[in-house]
Each structure stands twice: as structure tokens, then as C-alpha cells.
């Protein structure tokens, strides 16, 4: 492929500008250096590695004695949560080296300027925010009866942890947690979805679904009203938040609106 000296200069000058735009990927998926293993194993296995955090705390807690092990460990999702970022970052960093760019491509050009992404991710943040609190609501008034119920106190809102358990979930989990989340769903598995389908529906379907039902199982309580409820209560926010990165094709603003969120929901649970 030829370049212009225009085009060859942006390229040089913001490799990511190109790395992870939608050419560039099809290209990819044509010589075969993107298959679906990467984006499947990413979308399916982050919910997978958030489950196996959370049994691993449990046997921790069986181990010290402790009864009703799986209930006890829900209530520390924003420490053990980081176990799953830390599986999915090794998943990125292994099929991003194949493809021959790095996990920073992934996130695109960040526009310091004048507070561009900052004003953006304000932006995008008012927007996305009212689906989740208004689908949160209808979800919960269709399997409640009403619209805020008091569900497992101490595991999902009211959590008494640690003083230096409380710190880390205040200080560093969300920090890497919106991060990688971003990067994993948006950054790395819709569009590579997008290329090797060639049908943009396919993948934000797709993404959409296990994008939410990530969030049920953090943590993953045996309770199929609550499960559905929280699965509910996300879906719109998730499938805007795709619609959102295919538009703008840059996770900047999209994780510092995430960090906000983020912020908040620690906050209120604890």
C-alpha cells in the first residue's frame, strides 16, 4: 500500500490514529493476523475471569474457616475484580503482539488541547448516565413491583470491608478497572468483531450482551430476579456506550466517563 507524504506523516506521527481504525483491522483480518479466538476469548473470558476472582476468595475464606464462603466474598468485588483485569490485559498484550501493535493503540489519540477529551468524557457521561439510572428503575419496578429495592444488603450496597481494602476500592480498582474494561469491550473486541463479520449489528449485539452481563456477575449472586435486574439495568448504557465508540473511535473520553461512573458506584456501595 502506498501513502500520500499527508498520510504517511499523520501515520508517523499517530500510529494509533490508524492501528486500530477500521481499514487497518479488515486489513488484518484478511492476512489473517485477526481471528475470532482473540475477540471471543476476551468477551467471554472477562465474566470468566471475574468468577474465578471471586472462588478464589472464597476457597481463601473456606480455608480460614469461614461459612457461606460465596456470599462472604461477593461483598469484596473491587478488590478481587482486579484479578480479571489483570487476565484480560495478559489476553490483550498476547493478541495485540501477534497482530504487531501494542495495547496503547488501543486507545487512540488523546486530544489534551483545550480540554477536549475532558470536555467530551463530561459530555458523554451526561449522556449515557440517565440510561442506566432510568433502565435500573423500569427493571427493577417490572421484578420488584417497585422501583428501588434494599437487595443483599452488606454485598451489594452498605459493604463493611477492611480499612485497607476500603482504601484500595476508593484509590486504585476503579482506575484500572474502567481502564481495562474500556480497552477490552471497546478498544479491542467490537471492532475486531466488526471486521472479521463485516456486519456492525453482529457486533454490537454481540459486545452489547457480554459487555452487560459482565456486570451481573460482579459479584455473581445465586439469584436469577436479581441477576436479570442488574443485567436489565445495564443493557441500554452498554449498547449506547458501543454506539458511542464506533462514532468517535477513541477511548479517552470514554474511560474518563467510566472513571466517574465508576467512582460513583464504589461510592454508594460502600
Known amino acids: ?16 490514529v490508524t492501528a486500530n481504525s477500521q481499514r487497518q483491522l ?13 475477540p471471543l476469548l476476551l468477551v467471554i473470558g472477562r465474566s470468566a475471569f471475574i468468577l474465578a476472582g471471586q472462588a478464589l476468595l472464597a476457597l481463601i475464606l473456606l480455608l480460614r474457616g469461614t461459612h457461606n464462603v460465596w ?25 495485540t503482539r501477534a497482530e504487531g501493535i501494542a495495547i496503547r493503540d488501543l486507545v487512540g489519540p488523546i486530544r489534551f488541547e483545550y480540554g477536549r477529551d475532558f ?4 459530555g458523554i457521561l451526561l449522556a449515557v448516565f440517565p440510561f442506566f439510572v432510568a433502565a435500573g428503575l423500569l427493571a427493577c419496578r417490572w421484578l420488584y413491583g417497585a422501583y428501588q429495592v434494599d ?4 454485598i451489594l450496597s452498605r459493604r463493611v470491608l ?21 480497552i477490552t469491550y471497546a478498544g479491542y473486541v467490537l471492532p475486531r468483531i466488526q471486521a472479521l463479520s463485516r456486519r456492525t449489528w453482529v457486533a454490537v449485539v454481540g459486545v452489547g450482551f457480554w459487555w452487560t452481563i459482565q456486570h451481573p456477575f460482579l459479584p455473581f449472586i445465586v439469584d436469577w430476579r436479581c441477576f436479570l435486574w442488574r443485567f436489565l439495568a445495564f443493557l441500554p448504557g452498554i449498547i449506547v ?19 466517574v461512573m465508576d467512582i460513583v458506584a464504589t461510592t454508594m456501595t460502600m
Not at 165 to 178: D, F, G, H, L
Not at 241 to 259: C, D, F, M
Request: net charge positive.
Open 71 to 95: 456470599l462472604a466474598a461477593a461483598p469484596w468485588w473491587t478488590v478481587y475484580g482486579t484479578l480479571a483485569d489483570l487476565g484480560c490485559l495478559a489476553l490483550l498484550w498476547k493478541n
Open 119 to 122: 470536555f467530551l468524557g463530561i
Open 162 to 182: 477492611p480499612l485497607w481494602a476500603v482504601i484500595y476500592s476508593r484509590c486504585i480498582w476503579w482506575v484500572i478497572w474502567s481502564a481495562t474494561e474500556q
Open 26 to 38: 479488515e486489513a488484518r483480518a484478511d492476512a489473517r493476523r485477526i481471528t475470532w479466538t482473540g
Open 241 to 259: 456506550l458501543t454506539l458511542i465508540y464506533l462514532r468517535i473511535r477513541r477511548l479517552a473520553p470514554l474511560i474518563l466517563a467510566h472513571w
Open 151 to 154: 437487595l443483599y444488603p452488606g
Open 1 to 16: 500500500m502506498e501513502w500520500s507524504p499527508h498520510v504517511q506523516l499523520a501515520y508517523e506521527v499517530h500510529p494509533a
